[in-house]
């Protein structure tokens, strides 16, 4: 072979790796489905008889704030004693998924008493999740005011999202849901569906977000292409981690990052229910892959890293709920990737919708029923 000729061979060989690489890129690596494990502790019922318990909030004096899914926010007394419904909570769109979802103190809530509500909230065209806040005194909440909606509103009662996350500057991450007949709207940068919006505590937008100064771009969405996130925490580097809700065989984890695209409906390692293919595949340039994901699915619910010093072996780990088939998933993670993966036994039949981490370093459950429990998780057992 002259010069030429082989200069001509490796120029048709690097066009053909060029062409094969992008279907060779990597998958991300898939949930080996690990068999369930005994969970190395006691179970105690601190609360029972909540109808659809959502989210949790440890107060400062050691009382909890649960919210129900049709619509209550209760407090909840150290030794499990349920108040009467507290005042001042926002009307929701209750039924199916939607109705009162998260319940987030603020930071500096010993000074301001202000406790943050996601929910489902009816409106022109249907409805959308929304946040609201309102300062809690001695009948309930006070001032009670809408602080950020999800845009447009529409019909159907899925996907609502809607964990609340505060970062260490004060900050709110909210995930948000695709309201599932919407999917194509988690790419569409001019609405808040299928997003992940980071804004500050009064509502407004932080200077510094992605799409800030961008035409046409919703300058409160800290990163997109999400279908339906209801696990999200920070961990010890105050990076936001999220566990999300796929299709059939499409649960991911991710750590979404500022401006970038998670590429639902486009790519995805999910099936629609009927097994049909959704978007064009698993990768695509310019859309992230997942850290880690679930094939089948574990229907995620709520996470938190634990850092306490109760459980001594789950330092550091993440735990998820898993609504089905309704398991405490813990995640070793190290460099960023999954290491290796738990899946702890609750109660047979029973759907975890939280995991939190008390400030006295137990872990606190809650579980997805019409008569509903917080479970304390205590060493032992
Ligand atoms: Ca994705």
Redesign the pocket.
Known sequence: MNTERLRIFLVICAAAIAAVVPALAQDAPRSPTPKDSRLPARQVDVARGLEHPWGLAFLPDGRMLVTERPGRLRLVSREGELSAPVDGVPKVRAGDQGGLLDVALSPSFAQDRLVYLSFAEPGDGGASTAVARGRLGERGLDDTKVIWRQQPKVGGGKHWGSRLVFRRDGTLFVTLGDRFLQLEHAQNLGDTLGKIVRINADGSVPKDNPFVGREGARPEIWSY?HRNIQAATLDAQDRLWTVEHGARGGD?LNQPQAGKN???PV??YGRDYSGAQIGIGTHKAGMEQ?VYYWDPVIAPSGATFYTADKFPDWRGDLLVGSLQPGRLVRLRLADGRVQHEERHVIAPGERVRNVRQGPDGFVYLLTDHPRGRIIRLEPGG
């Open positions: 292409g991911e998670y590429g639902w790519i995805t997942p």
